[in-house]
């Protein structure tokens, strides 16, 4: 088969390096990929977002099946553009079409969905500029601390947590009048704080049928502890010890087929994967947010632990083939580790040069690529602010975070970051 698969940070590098593992990879193409995925396939400088461009080379190359990997193609109609166009309308794709992407390109989209169709999520209500006054008498009924949560997207950076009604007056002024997120906070959800523990379960779906993959937790501030300001996400573990036969059950009966039937019924053909955010209260899950795509870091973490064909498992999903396709999980444990340039989440600046990347005796630890790019000189220099994500492996918990570890120590720039306590919390659950 010949694949197009469409992004460029870490979770597309893990991609491309499963799927380059299949036999039925003929040939595998990604755009615009990053320094890391040229091992695995040919990193062609086309942008996400490049939806003619993504067409004429899907006609010029005689593309077999495309994977889109990020969010905001999805959201802005890739999969709609290519089914206008009768020369690809016939490329099968992984990922939904532009309502089915609602879900995770509008907070208020999805929370009405989940109220819809019976599916366990936190109480909450949207605002606008011009429902300000509304929105901070809302504020002030609730119990602290309070969520907001810009309705679009905003690159992971979205989610303010508030301890008081100050700060949260104050946040949601900024995000609806200073347009801290931009266009994607012109509509705020302000949402009941859920306690508990949270875990990521991932789910690949032809529309029809699901395969549910390895779970993981996340790592979501920059600071140990749990500190500080949100990212894109700092690290990863996999599996979740509390995620047990028993929870994902309630998961699978309350949140998974409610949410594939919910689809199916309100007319939307979803082939991709579903990224279910989730708060474990006291063993009973909430669902806090979707997501309409693989998760990053998390995909690190989760694909090492799949034994079976991933390329079978994209093409059966694209092409509603799904349950045929038997998914196999090791009981490999995985434990991410994210590298960041100094200053991210905030300013942070480029270009510095990677060393240590070259050689390893660390055998089971997987270096996986996000932000990078090759300079005129092809040295392996930082491009954005998550650089890389070190996947170590081991029959424990305990080992794969001790084999991320020493693969992280061997690696170094100019003011690199990660955060030294990634899984510490997991341990302390048991593995």
């Known amino acids: 088969m010949n694949i197009l698969l ?21 040939k595998l193409w990604i755009a615009p990929g990053n320094a890391g995925s040229s091992a695995f396939g040919e990193n062609i400088s086309i942008g996400v977002n490049d939806f003619e461009g993504i067409k004429n080379f899907c006609l010029q ?21 290519m089914a206008q166009i009768p020369e690809v309308a016939g490329i099968p794709i992984v990922g939904p079409g532009e309502s089915g992407a609602r879900l995770e390109g509008s907070k208020d989209f999805s929370k009405n969905f989940m109220m819809a169709h019976g599916i366990p999520t936190a109480s909450y209500a949207t605002f606008t500029s011009a429902s ?44 609806l009048i200073g347009q801290k997120f931009g266009d994607a906070s012109t509509r705020v959800v302000i949402e009941t704080f859920l306690t508990g523990i949270e875990l990521s379960v991932f789910v690949a779906t032809d529309g029809e049928n699901y395969k549910i993959l390895p779970e993981a937790k996340d790592y979501k501030r920059i600071g140990e502890g749990d500190t500080g300001p949100n990212t894109g996400g700092m690290g990863a573990i996999s599996p979740v010890p509390f995620a047990d036969k028993a929870f994902m059950e309630k998961v699978e009966e309350r949140v998974v087929k409610p949410t594939i039937s919910g689809l199916k019924k309100d007319g939307i053909d979803f082939r991709g994967f579903l990224f279910i955010g989730l708060m474990n209260m006291e063993g009973e899950p909430y669902v806090i947010e979707y997501n309409v795509r693989m998760g990053d870091p998390e995909t690190q973490a989760v694909l090492p632990r799949i034994k079976s064909d991933f390329l079978e498992l994209l093409n059966a999903t694209a092409n509603k083939t799904l349950i045929d396709y038997k998914l196999e999980i090791a009981p490999t444990k995985t434990a ?10 905030e300013a942070y600046e480029k270009g510095k040069a990677i060393s240590g990347l070259e050689e390893t005796n660390i055998k089971q630890a997987i270096t996986f690529h996000a932000g990078t790019k090759l300079d005129s000189a092809d040295q392996v220099v930082t491009n954005g602010g998550r650089v890389l994500g070190i996947t170590g492996l081991g029959d424990s918990v ?34």
């Open 6 to 26: 469409i992004g460029s940070g870490g979770r597309e590098n893990a991609f491309a390096w499963k799927i380059k593992q299949s036999e039925k990879c003929e």
């Open 336 to 345: 991410t580790v994210v590298m960041v340039a100094g200053g991210y989440p």
């Open 398 to 431: 305990e080992k794969a975070i001790e084999n991320a570890y020493l693969r992280v120590s061997e690696i170094t720039w100019e003011k690199a970051n990660y955060r030294k306590d990634i899984g510490q919390d997991i341990l302390k659950l048991g593995n």
């Open 132 to 175: 300000l006054q509304e929105g901070v008498d809302y504020l002030k009924k609730q119990n602290l601390p309070i969520v907001l949560k810009a309705d679009g997207l905003a690159a992971g950076k979205g989610v303010l947590i508030c301890s008081s009604y100050e700060e949260a007056e104050s946040c949601l002024k900024d995000m």
């Open 61 to 81: 190359n005689k593309v077999d099946l495309l994977v889109v990997g990020p969010e905001e193609p999805l959201v802005r109609g890739l999969k709609d553009y």
